[in-house]
């Protein structure tokens, strides 16, 4: 069965930085993209950063230049966050999603449980 956990949510004042983690286990072979969502009140759920496979990346244009995604070097399975110039507007609940992660016997899209972002002064 895969698991996916995020860590690193908190309380940061505007301008702050945070760095999120995302962890998919569960004898995976390969994912296709790692994604970061996010889910501000009374607003649907958005796609904030992706990372593919092959390394490329793609951003939602409200975070370019103040977000990186990355993967670890050591584990392809685990994914960063990096959230610098914070705004008030980039608080939301933060999920990560493994998309089309292959187990050997299953291929499927799996999500976490979420972190909390809250950017306040």
């Known amino acids: 069965q895969v698991q996916v956990v995020e860590s690193g949510g908190g309380l940061v004042q505007p301008g702050g930085s945070l760095r999120l983690t995302c962890a998919a286990s569960?004898?995976?072979?390969?994912?296709?993209?790692m994604n970061w969502y996010r889910q501000a009140p009374g607003y649907q759920r958005e796609l904030v950063a992706s990372?593919?496979?092959?390394?490329?990346?793609?951003y939602a244009d409200s975070v370019k230049g103040r977000f990186t995604i990355s993967r670890d070097s050591r584990k392809t399975t685990v994914v960063y966050l990096q959230m610098n110039s914070l705004k008030p507007e980039d608080t939301a609940v933060y999920y990560c999603?493994?998309?089309?992660?292959?187990?050997?016997?299953?291929?499927?899209?799996?999500w976490g449980q979420g972190t909390q972002v809250t950017v306040s002064s």
């Open positions: 999603n493994a998309d089309k992660a292959v187990t050997l016997t299953t291929t499927g899209d799996y």
């Open positions: 990372i593919y496979k092959n390394g490329s990346t793609n």
């Open positions: 569960g004898n995976i072979f390969s994912i296709y993209a």
